[in-house]
């Protein structure tokens, strides 16, 4: 079976996905702070529109459409912004928002 390439954007189509991109990570909502004894805590919900343009091996394999955990580099690389530290320790689906 031949393995097929994907499609390469034009220039164009490369600046309108990236102004979407922006667009969809200024959409992001970040809860206010909350703490317990030990730690600090913030939810960060991302828009659809934004979970549509993430690659399909952040998400978990069970083909569930949630996030799996993702590493520091791999939460910054899809625009979402933290203290230096932070941690993503918990994902939860549509019932959540």
């Not at 991109?21 to 004894?37: C, G, K, P, Q």
């Not at 730690?39 to 549509?52: A, G, M, N, S």
């Not at 910054?76 to 230096?84: D, F, Y």
Request: hydrophobic letters at 30%.
């Amino acid at each position: 079976m031949a393995t097929t390439q994907p499609a390469q954007l034009t220039a164009a189509q490369q600046k309108e996905m990236a102004r979407k991109l922006e667009e969809y990570i200024e959409r992001i909502h970040y809860s206010d702070r909350y703490t317990d004894d030990e730690y600090e805590y913030r939810h960060v919900i991302l828009p659809k529109q934004l979970l549509k343009m993430i690659p399909q091996e952040y998400f978990q394999p069970d083909g569930s459409g949630v996030l799996r955990l993702l590493s520091e580099a791999e939460w910054r690389g899809i625009g979402i912004t933290q203290s230096l530290g932070w941690e993503h320790y918990e994902v939860h689906g549509e019932s959540w928002t």
